[in-house]
């Protein structure tokens, strides 16, 4: 009996659970509807015949003339500028005034500074065309392999040479004169600081050489070079800026005559040069003359040189020259030759 009860009673409440949730749902959906009828409907999207045409003519605009502005604002202006008078007399600037030092006040002034000097050349533009070839600074045993290229060749030189009292020396003296060759004093020592102290210092380390060629060849020559050139500026740190000028007198006095060159061969320019580079350095400084004193150098380490002579003499050859030893009665050429 309470078995029966039980389910009835179960059963009720399954019943009335059931009753409830239908109206929960009942209420949701009513809910629903209620929020849909309150969004606003939209309006209708017109048609195409009720938008309005716009129209493609206008009617014209009327543009009225602005009057003309007042001739006074037309008028330009212009703004005259008077410039300052110029006053008669100027004020100058104002300069410091030095005063000239005396010849006594000079560093380093010698004795015969007063030697005007001035390049000079006698060498002949026209006639035929002459070749020296001249070397300083030998005898080494470049010299020769110098002296076997210019033996083969026929071709005779002119050494400025340097002392060397060594077998070596004696004997390369010796070969230069027994060939044929010009020999001229390019001092004893070669020394600048020595030599360029003094135009005595100079004489004497000519003189010394000189002695030493009379006792070997037979003669003193009174052919000359100057160790760097007659305008050379390693000279002024001995003796000045004007020593080269009271030297160049001095020898001149005498009775010695300096030659110079017109024709670099660069072997002795400071920078490595190979055969080809001196070949090519004569070649170019050669062009448009007729009579060329070609500066080359026999010293110990001038391989490059003797390499390059037997180019050197096939190409002025080549170009008509012909090869002489210079003398005192030789065309020279002077970089600075002093004169009254």
């Known amino acids: 009996m309470n078995k029966q009860l039980l389910v009835i009673m179960m059963g009720l409440g399954l019943l ?4 409830l949730g239908c109206q929960h749902v009942q209420k949701a959906k009513d809910q629903a509807l209620d929020d849909l009828n309150k969004i606003p409907t939209p309006l209708a999207s017109p048609s195409r015949s009720s938008i309005p045409l716009i129209p493609t003519h206008f009617p014209p605009i009327k543009i009225e003339k602005l009057p003309s502005p007042p001739s006074s604002l037309l008028k330009s202006r212009t703004h005259t500028i008077t410039p300052k008078p110029i006053p008669s007399n100027p004020p100058q600037p104002k300069t410091k005034t030095l005063n ?21 050349t006698n060498l002949s533009h026209t006639g035929k065309k002459i070749a020296y070839l001249t070397f300083d600074d030998g005898p080494s045993l470049t010299t020769i392999q110098v002296l076997d290229t210019l033996k083969k060749n026929n071709v005779h030189a002119t050494f400025f040479v340097n002392g060397n009292d060594s077998a070596l020396g004696i004997a390369m003296y010796k070969r230069m004169a027994k060939e044929g060759h010009a020999i001229g004093n390019h001092t004893y020592s070669h020394h600048y600081a020595a030599i360029y102290r003094s135009p005595k210092a100079y004489k004497r380390d000519v003189e010394r050489l000189g002695k030493l060629l009379e006792q070997v060849v037979g003669y003193r020559p009174t052919i000359m ?34 030659f110079d060159w017109n024709v670099d061969s660069e072997d002795a320019s400071g ?24 500066l080359m150098h026999d010293a110990p380490g001038k391989q490059m040189t003797a390499e390059a002579l037997p180019a050197i003499i096939n190409y002025l050859r080549g170009q008509g020259y012909q090869f002489d030893v210079l003398r005192r009665s030789s065309s020279t050429y002077q970089f600075l030759r002093p004169y009254n």
Do not use: C
């Open 271 to 294: 920078r490595k040069m190979s055969s080809r580079d001196i070949y090519q350095s004569v070649r170019y400084y050669t062009a448009g003359q007729r009579r060329i004193i070609v």
């Open 16 to 19: 009335m659970m059931g009753m």
């Open 225 to 258: 070079r100057f160790p760097g050139g007659s305008n050379n500026t390693v000279s002024h740190r001995a003796g000045g800026p004007y020593i080269m000028n009271d030297i160049t007198e001095r020898m001149l006095a005498d009775g010695y005559t300096y």
């Open 100 to 120: 000239k030092p005396s010849p006594s006040q000079l560093p380093n002034t010698p004795k015969g500074s007063h030697v005007r000097v001035r390049p000079y």
